[in-house]
Antibody, heavy 120, light 107 residues
Framework: QVQLVQSGAEVKKPGASVKVSCKAS????????IHWVRQAPGQRLEWMGW????????QYSQKFQDRVTITRDTSASTAYMQLSGLRSGDTAVYYC?????????????WGQGTLVTVSS | DIKMTQSPSSLSASVGDRVTITCRAS??????LNWYQQKPGKAPKLLIY???NLHTGVPSRFSGSGSGADFALTINSLQPEDFATYYC?????????FGQGTKVEIK
């Protein structure tokens, strides 16, 4: 069965960076695109970007363009999201999600979420 | 980026009620519109994709409609497990965006 398992909670100081991992299983990792979505406490879901796990092509939200880097390791079936220049407003649960559907893309499987807390 | 606006932001309803949530895009997105359900502390779950297609395993009391910029999610005969927050999401462009969510609470 398809699973996306994320790394554990992180506590970071302002200005630091965080790298969250998302390990995929139950399907051929390189044939799908992985997205990252975050949710601040009590807030809406916020799309951050995606990576084509096959060719490594990425696209980022304009909001995070300068601070986010999404990578993947196909040998480990794992995608990574690194966010730099952390500030208190980055405190959120970060999710990875698999995109399915060649024409009408949607997220069919999600990771369990990783809480990142930014605090001095 | 395309802005998605849902209404209402929250609503109270009773078990058995019919509930409709609307979603408006800031520009036309054809039928590239998905709906998700999220319960507290959990990841969202896909309900409907491409405006009106039910995801595998989703009960038939959920339905979606619309095109262009205006969309709706309808839940017929609301069940206790349906009390949650619902999000629309567009995949018309390579930069995907979500609505702000609609919380469905028990009256």
């Amino acid at each position: 069965q398809v699973q996306l398992v994320q790394s554990g909670a992180e506590v970071k100081k302002p200005g630091a960076s965080v790298k969250v991992s998302c390990k995929a299983s139950g399907y051929t990792f390189s044939t799908y695109t992985i997205h990252w979505v975050r949710q601040a406490p009590g807030q809406r879901l916020e799309w951050m970007g995606w990576i084509n796990a096959g060719d490594g092509v990425t696209q980022y939200s304009q909001k995070f363009q300068d601070r986010v880097t999404i990578t993947r390791d196909t040998s480990a079936s794992t995608a990574y999201m690194q966010l730099s220049g952390l500030r208190s407003g980055d405190t959120a649960v970060y999710y990875c999600a698999r995109e399915v559907g060649f024409t009408f893309g949607r997220f069919d499987f999600w990771g369990q979420g990783t809480l990142v807390t930014v605090s001095s | 980026d395309i802005k998605m606006t849902q209404s209402p932001s929250s609503l109270s309803a009773s078990v058995g009620d019919r509930v409709t949530i609307t979603c408006r895009a800031s520009q036309g997105i054809s039928t590239y519109l998905n709906w998700y359900q999220q319960k507290p502390g959990k990841a969202p779950k896909l309900l409907i994709y491409a405006t009106s297609n039910l995801h595998t395993g989703v009960p038939s009391r959920f339905s979606g409609s619309g095109s262009g910029a205006d969309f709706a999610l309808t839940i017929n005969s609301l069940q206790p497990e349906d009390f949650a927050t619902y999000y629309c999401q567009q995949s018309s462009t390579t930069a995907w965006t979500f609505g702000q969510g609609t919380k469905v609470e028990i009256k």
